[in-house]
């Protein structure tokens, strides 16, 4: 494990592990951390060396001086080239690939999209920033969604009740409902959610560019989708897929909790 010292941002935790020769930059979902990939131990594991990233607000990682206004107003997307650059200064600049799962999709997105000529494989689980999910830019982008998620920020008793009533109106499933209760279920984790959720908030990949460098790079991509996901489903992804000459694509019988022992079997098979 280690850290890299982002100039402007902060110190971003990363965990190492794997078997394998070829370095592999992975971003996990919410509520997570970098450790997160462990459980594809037959899988990804012993193809490569991982260094799994905590985002910020989850595991060690830290925002070095940020005030909250800074934070609402999000992270600048120039930003995530710092990974790479103070990556590389640890380990010289090489070749490497990328995964993310969920909302850590977003950088490795990004990533391909700075770096695509230095890029080997992309790995994407579940991806958010393949098409716009109208839940988040309500509460993001939205002047009254804005004004509603902090006041349930504040609250110990509004963002349970909205929480039961997307389940009830089934917006969300009892997966997503168990997911996103366990994360507001006291003072800091709301709080956490709220300044996360709002530090990446423009972390939008341009998915044509990406598209366009993935082609022309030849870059092998890995799209894995769960068949029951209401998060990010592939239906959604369709407009990107759509643009990719080469990509292989899999849509397995699990909901938006895609990064489990049952992932690692089916990719093994």
């Not at 462990?38 to 990804?44: A, G, K, R, W, Y």
């Not at 060690?60 to 790479?84: A, C, F």
């Not at 044509?208 to 998060?231: E, R, S, T, V, Y």
Request: hydrophobic fraction near 40%.
């Amino acid at each position: 494990m280690g850290y890299l010292h982002l100039p402007g941002l902060g110190k971003a935790h990363f965990h190492e592990y794997g078997t394998g020769q070829k370095p592999l930059l992975a971003f996990h979902g919410y509520g997570m951390t970098g450790k997160q990939f462990h459980v594809l131990e037959q899988s990804i594991i012993p193809q490569y060396h991982i260094y799994g990233f905590d985002h910020f607000f989850h595991g060690e990682s830290r925002l070095d001086g940020w005030t909250e206004q800074q934070i609402l107003t999000g992270m600048p997307k120039t930003m995530v080239r710092n990974y790479m650059e103070e990556w590389f200064k640890l380990y010289g600049r090489q070749r490497f690939s990328v995964m993310g799962y969920s909302i850590g999709a977003n950088i490795a997105l990004i990533l391909v999209e700075e770096y695509a000529d230095l890029i080997d494989v992309v790995i994407l689980m579940a991806p958010d920033g393949l098409a716009v999910f109208k839940g988040f830019h309500f509460i993001l982008h939205n002047k009254l969604g804005r004004g509603i998620f902090r006041t349930a920020t504040k609250s110990k008793w509004l963002a349970p009740f909205l929480i039961k009533s997307l389940k009830k109106l089934r917006f969300i499933d009892e997966s997503l409902y168990t997911i996103a209760y366990n994360e507001i279920d006291t003072e800091q984790k709301r709080l956490d959610t709220y300044y996360t959720l709002n530090l990446i908030r423009l972390l939008k990949p341009d998915v044509k560019h990406i598209a366009q460098q993935i082609n022309q790079h030849k870059i092998k991509c890995l799209l894995i989708f769960g068949k029951h996901d209401q998060l990010f489903p592939k239906s959604a992804a369709m407009p990107f897929l759509g643009m990719l000459d080469n990509a292989e694509v899999h849509e397995v019988e699990l909901g938006h909790w895609l990064v489990t022992k049952a992932l690692d079997e089916y990719l093994v098979k």
